[in-house]
């Protein structure tokens, strides 16, 4: 069993840059590849970046290519995501997530979800 707590949301203007950390226990991350996803109300749940177990390979929605940046620090079992250029349409909750196999797109494929932390951008 893992345990994801994500932190880091807030309000931000527009241009500006947060942070989010998605923290694990219970297991070591180490084996599992884990994305970002995101939900604006009223929308679907959608991929925005993921990275492989060794941070090696990482992958991104083509909304957020160039301006956000995924990334992992196993020794301490969390991961980040580092989201620059901030704009009104990436307003939502963020979620992290982990599974154990290879990086995808698919929500439905990971096995273990955090709670969410709200992203808020203002124009």
């Known amino acids: 069993q893992v345990q994801l707590v994500e932190s880091g949301g807030g309000l931000v203007q527009a241009g500006g840059s947060l942070r989010l950390s998605c923290a694990a226990s219970?297991?070591?991350?180490?084996?599992?590849?884990m994305g970002w996803f995101r939900q604006a109300p009223e929308e679907e749940r959608e991929f925005v970046a993921g990275?492989?177990?060794?941070?090696?390979?990482?992958y991104y929605a083509d909304a957020v290519k160039g301006r956000f940046t995924i990334s992992r620090d196993n020794a301490k079992n969390t991961m980040y995501l580092q989201m620059n250029s901030l704009k009104p349409e990436d307003t939502a909750v963020y979620y992290c997530a982990a599974r154990s196999g290879p990086v995808s797109e698919a929500e439905r494929l990971y096995d273990w979800w955090g709670q969410g932390t709200q992203v808020t951008v203002s124009s």
């Open positions: 219970g297991r070591t991350l180490r084996s599992y590849a």
């Open positions: 990275i492989n177990w060794s941070g090696g390979s990482t």
